[in-house]
Structures are given as structure tokens and as C-alpha cells.
């Protein structure tokens, strides 16, 4: 069942969302050629300390970070480690899902270190640009698949890949909720979208095959299965009668 988020659900939201990107505002400054990503994860979570927000991975079925940290060909829930140091030409993406006074916000981001190769940046660029056309679809009355298909059409008329095997999903007091949101479908089909309706919208999208597999150490980092980049990129948007409304966007 897609939970409606009233007036005070809608504004508690918008004050995590703005707390969480003022946080990833910081993070491109900080983030160097050098640093392990275990460094990272352990300033986001002094800063989600001092902000007053409560991380929702920590715990989540017995992970022990804040944050997910996937590098290059590493596609989401990438487990921070001190063995993980950043080298000139990586892509990091870091996510972080957090929440204050009840209420959550899924975010993320890809950095990039140095002298990063020309199809690096192509396959961030269209990560990005694929998640807005996606938001430009949640609106009242469009349909859950008019997100799925933008994502995907701009993705693969770039030539990349649409990871099929995760997806986005609702979001409000939990950090996940109804509905899965996958990044691959059909214009027109599936739920209708209603003011109050709370997704968090994020791309995962492949150099080569849309093929993963979870890394049998940890039990949690997803690569593609080809070896070759990933790009994720990730917002909490809410559906409001006059449009789509970014809560993780500070501008």
C-alpha cells in the first residue's frame, strides 16, 4: 500500500531532504584522491551527529555504516572500508539515507577524481540527466511507468545499460516503502501517481551489460557483472499538486 503524506509529513520531508544535501554540498570538497572511503563514512556520520539526523543503514539487517560507498565498476551498496583508498581518474558514489524527526531522505551522488576518462563522464552526465527526465514525470495523474520509461529511454539511447536488478522505491517514515520504482518500463502502465506520494528516483546505470552481482565477501557491494563502469545518482521527490517537488536539491 503507497502511504499519502499529509501536510506535517510533507514539510518534515522537505527539512530532511535540505539537511541531507547541505551535507553532500561539503562532500565534493572533501572528497580526495588519497582518502579511503571509510574516511568518508565516518565524517558523514559526525555530520549526521551534529545535524541531529538518524542514519537508516546502520543496523539495516546487520550493516555497520552510514553510508553506501561504490567505486567505478561497483553500481550501489558498496561497503565503506579503510582498504578502500581513492586513486586519480575513480568514480565514488556515495548514498546516504537518513532521517529527521521521523521522516527520511535517500540521496545520491557520483564524484569524480582527477583525470577521469571521456566515457566516465558521458555515463555520469546521462545518469544524471536520466534521473531529472524521470522526475519531470511525477506528476498527479501520470503513471508509475512514465518515470520508468524516461529513465530508461535516455539511458539507452546513450548506448549504457539499465541495471534491472534493484530499483527505486517509496519512501517517508521508512526508508523504504511501496511502490518499487524500477529504472526500465512502459509509458502509461502501472500506479497512478497522487499528491502526497513520496519516491526516491535513482538510476543505476551500466557501461556494457545491465548484468550485476553481489560481491560474495561482503555480501552487500553490487558490480556489474562485466566488470565495466557504473554510474547511480538518487533523489527523494515528493508529488505535489503543482509538481514534482526535490526535497535533496538545495537549488
Not at 550493516?63 to 567505486?71: D, E, F, K, L, T
Request: some cysteine; charged content about 20%.
Amino acid at each position: 500500500m503507497v502511504k499519502i503524506k499529509n501536510k506535517v509529513a510533507i514539510q518534515k520531508m522537505k527539512n530532511s531532504g535540505k539537511m541531507l544535501a547541505s551535507l553532500f554540498d561539503q562532500l565534493s570538497s572533501l572528497i580526495v584522491i588519497g582518502m579511503t572511503t571509510a574516511d568518508i563514512d565516518r565524517w558523514i556520520e559526525k555530520q549526521l551527529e551534529q545535524k541531529g539526523m538518524v542514519s537508516q543503514t546502520k543496523g539495516y539487517y546487520g550493516y555497520r555504516h552510514v553510508s553506501c560507498i561504490a567505486v567505478n565498476d561497483e553500481v550501489v551498496h558498496g561497503v565503506p572500508h579503510d582498504r578502500s583508498v581513492l586513486k586519480n581518474g575513480d568514480i565514488v558514489k556515495v548514498d546516504v539515507c537518513a532521517s529527521f524527526k521521523g521522516y527520511c531522505a535517500d540521496m545520491a551522488r557520483p564524484f569524480l577524481l582527477g583525470d577521469v576518462s571521456p566515457e566516465a563522464m558521458k555515463l555520469v552526465s546521462v545518469a544524471q540527466v536520466a534521473l531529472d527526465k524521470g522526475i519531470s514525470q511525477a506528476i498527479v495523474e501520470n503513471r508509475l511507468g512514465d518515470i520508468s520509461s524516461a529513465v530508461q529511454y535516455e539511458v539507452e539511447k546513450n548506448g549504457f545499460g539499465i541495471v534491472r536488478d534493484f530499483a527505486g522505491h517509496g519512501i517517508g517514515s521508512s526508508m523504504h516503502e511501496a511502490p518499487n520504482i524500477p529504472n526500465y518500463g512502459i509509458a502509461g502502465k502501472g500506479l497512478k501517481l497522487m499528491a502526497g506520494m513520496a519516491f526516491a528516483i535513482e538510476p543505476m546505470i551500466t557501461q556494457g551489460s545491465y548484468k550485476v552481482k553481489i560481491d560474495k565477501q561482503d555480501g552487500w557491494t553490487v558490480r556489474t557483472a562485466d566488470g565495466l563502469l557504473a554510474a547511480h545518482v538518487e533523489d527523494t521527490v515528493l508529488v505535489l499538486d503543482d509538481g514534482p517537488f526535490i526535497t535533496t536539491r538545495n537549488v
